[in-house]
Nanobody
Framework: QVQLVESGGGLVQPGGSLRLSCAASRIIFSLYTMAWYRQAPGKERELVATITRGGSTNYADSVKGHFTISRDNAKSTVYLQMNSLKPEDTAVYSC??????????WGQGTQVTVSS
């Protein structure tokens, strides 16, 4: 069974930065397109960014230019660098396979709160 463990969240002021990590185990990580998702209170989970096996990336319009997704296949880890954070970025962030695929069981996610 695949295990996903997210970390790196926290409380940050508007304009601040955080780097999230998601470590995957029990899979050949390099074979999969990975994605970051987020779910704000009272809202549905939404796609934030994807990264293919080869490193090509795509972003939701709301985060283009201030979030960067990357991966380290040797560590089976996908990252999300978040800069210029806004209150509307507040959510629980989780990683998984990209949309249109059979996703694994979700990890616990990591809470990001942007507030002054």
């Amino acid at each position: 069974q695949v295990q996903l463990v997210e970390s790196g969240g926290g409380l940050v002021q508007p304009g601040g930065s955080l780097r999230l990590s998601c470590a995957a185990s029990r899979i050949i990580f390099s074979l999969y397109t990975m994605a970051w998702y987020r779910q704000a209170p009272g809202k549905e989970r939404e796609l934030v960014a994807t990264i293919t096996r080869g490193g090509s990336t795509n972003y939701a319009d709301s985060v283009k230019g201030h979030f960067t997704i990357s991966r380290d296949n040797a560590k089976s880890t996908v990252y999300l660098q978040m800069n210029s954070l806004k209150p509307e970025d507040t959510a629980v962030y989780s990683c998984n396979r990209a949309p249109g695929t059979t996703r694994w069981d979700w990890g616990q996610g990591t809470q990001v709160t942007v507030s002054s």
